[in-house]
């Protein structure tokens, strides 16, 4: 399991007190996805995986209209890669020592172009984890370890040559230890965590010259019953200035008290973070030890993942989240994506799944051919391409 997902599990399951990274890895597509459609497709999915010990490689698919998966030319391609984000013309991939640049070709194909070494700013202790963007993608960030503490490294993009140039590094912290989300005005990113079950919901900005610098922000915690305290884990904004971020209710042993349950928050123009979440309106999740959270690009669907499967959710903006479907998916599900068409793509690791679901407000079903076998995936990226 991931090192995102084993902190989950061991808070409320273990009562663990450490956050460990764990590689995942490897891939194999079953030949219902080998066929090609005539059509163009509505988005490529790329998969990094390890198919045997130290080697690995990104699987790519183009996604048809209607969800099916077909695999792209020369796919997969080899890539010392684990975790991946992309802006449309480059997708970049990290081993946790470099990072790398693949230039994205029209029928879905990589080619890598460049690399830096992303360790050597942090002067050797530790390395890139996840990547992600703003929402231009003239910048990518990583979520880096700094000799135990967590901070976030800054690079701006060539958008002719794929060559990444070092920027930065924001203020560290044991808490700062995901990927951030950005919210509409691509000024402020949010994430929380609950490290050592020290509760914390935290801000960065986004400075003129593209680093991130840490808000000096304490947004309240929902309101708990008498008693008890919430942990948050994760965050994911809508396309305006809303952000919802799952919860866990801890009595005073530190024992869960309920189920699961999705705040939402509302960012004003100083970034700061209000909420009117309290236990009584905030829905609860069957998901259990959350691993992913992922926001359509509508705002409309929250989508939620953990160690019981995947479910959805309707998103209402400052408003209370609302129940949507059940459990998409019983196995552990760790990392989704939406399209621009109404898909959701998940995989799991431990399952050696990928799913592929179409989703609206009002109708859900699996997309034809999913669940999708694959050996041990590791990461997932989706670039629309509508």
């Not at 993009?157 to 509409?184: K, Q």
């Not at 309106?281 to 409309?300: C, I, L, Y």
Request: glycine share 8%.
């Amino acid at each position: 399991m991931t090192r995102h997902i084993q902190f989950v599990v061991c808070l409320i399951a273990t009562l663990c007190t450490e956050v460990a990274f764990a590689q995942v890895t490897s891939t194999q597509i079953g030949a219902s996805v080998q066929a090609r459609t005539s059509s163009s497709p509505v988005a490529f999915v790329y998969v990094s995986s390890s198919p045997s010990n130290n080697k690995y490689e990104i699987n790519a698919f183009a996604a048809a209209s209607n969800g099916k998966l077909n695999r792209v030319r020369r796919s997969p391609f080899s890539a010392d890669v684990r975790n991946m984000a992309l802006n449309g013309k480059y997708l970049f991939g990290t081993n946790g020592i470099y990072i790398f640049s693949f230039s994205i070709a029209s029928d879905g194909a990589l080619k890598k172009v460049a690399s830096i070494n992303a360790q050597q700013f942090n002067g050797g202790c530790g390395g890139p984890y996840a990547l992600f963007l703003d929402h231009t993608g003239a910048t990518l960030y990583d979520e880096d370890s700094d000799c135990g503490n967590f901070g976030y490294q800054s690079f701006s993009i060539d958008s002719s040559t794929g060559n990444l140039s070092y920027l930065g590094l924001s203020d560290t912290s044991t808490e700062y230890n995901m990927p951030l989300s950005f919210v509409g005005n691509n000024v402020y990113a949010y994430g929380s965590s609950c490290y050592h079950f020290t509760p914390s919901i935290f801000g960065f900005v986004r400075n003129s010259d593209e680093t991130l610098r840490h808000l000096n922000i304490n947004p309240p915690l929902p309101v708990a019953k008498q008693g008890d305290f919430y942990c948050p884990y994760l965050a994911a904004a809508d396309p305006t200035n809303h952000v919802a971020i799952p919860v866990q209710q801890l009595n005073g042993q530190w024992q869960p008290d309920g189920p699961p349950q999705l705040a939402t928050y509302t960012a004003d123009g100083s970034g700061n973070l209000t909420t009117k979440s309290t236990f009584s309106n905030m829905p609860g999740t069957a998901v259990q030890g959350f691993t992913d959270v992922s926001m359509s690009p509508s705002g409309k669907l929250l989508a939620v993942a953990g160690t019981a499967g995947l479910q959805v959710f309707h998103f209402n903006g400052s408003n209370p989240i609302k129940h949507y479907t059940g459990l998409l998916a019983k196995n552990q599900v760790d990392q989704m994506f939406w399209d621009n068409d109404n898909h959701l793509y998940a995989i799991s690791h431990d399952n050696n799944k990928l799913f592929v679901f179409t989703i609206t407000p009002t109708t859900f079903s699996q997309a034809p051919g999913s669940p999708y076998t694959i050996t041990n995936p590791q990461n997932i990226i989706v670039l629309p391409k509508t």
